[in-house]
């Protein structure tokens, strides 16, 4: 069975700063992309950043140069830097595998569960 876990969301400062972590685990081929998204309360789920098996990354244009996300595949893992983050920014911030789970098998999407941060003085 395929896990997707978020961790590191905190209460941070305005133009502080904080790093989210994902680790997906279980038996599975391949990660073909991981994203991260975010839900503020009483708004609609928005996309923040994509990362492929490649390491090519890509953001909408509201989130760039806000957000770096990095990932390391030898460990299944994804980040995302928030970078000068302030209270708009305050959200639960999921994180989606597409996953091959055998070579014969389409990609599936798999979400976490979602890690909070709030951003305040």
């Known amino acids: 069975q395929v896990q997707v876990v978020e961790s590191g969301g905190d209460l941070v400062q305005p133009g502080g700063s904080l790093r989210l972590s994902c680790v997906v685990s279980?038996?599975?081929?391949?990660?073909?992309?991981m994203r991260w998204y975010r839900q503020a309360p009483g708004k609609q789920r928005e996309f923040v950043a994509v990362?492929?098996?490649?390491?090519?990354?890509n953001y909408p244009a509201s989130m760039k140069g806000r957000f770096t996300i990095s990932g390391d595949n030898t460990k299944n893992t994804v980040w995302l830097q928030m970078n000068s983050p302030q209270p708009e920014d305050t959200a639960v911030y999921y994180c989606?595998?597409?996953?091959?789970?055998?070579?014969?098998?389409?990609?599936?999407?798999?979400w976490g569960q979602g890690t909070q941060v709030t951003v305040s003085s």
């Open positions: 279980g038996r599975i081929f391949r990660i073909a992309f």
């Open positions: 990362i492929d098996s490649n390491g090519g990354t």
């Open positions: 989606n595998a597409q996953v091959q789970l055998t070579v014969q098998l389409d990609l599936r999407d798999y």
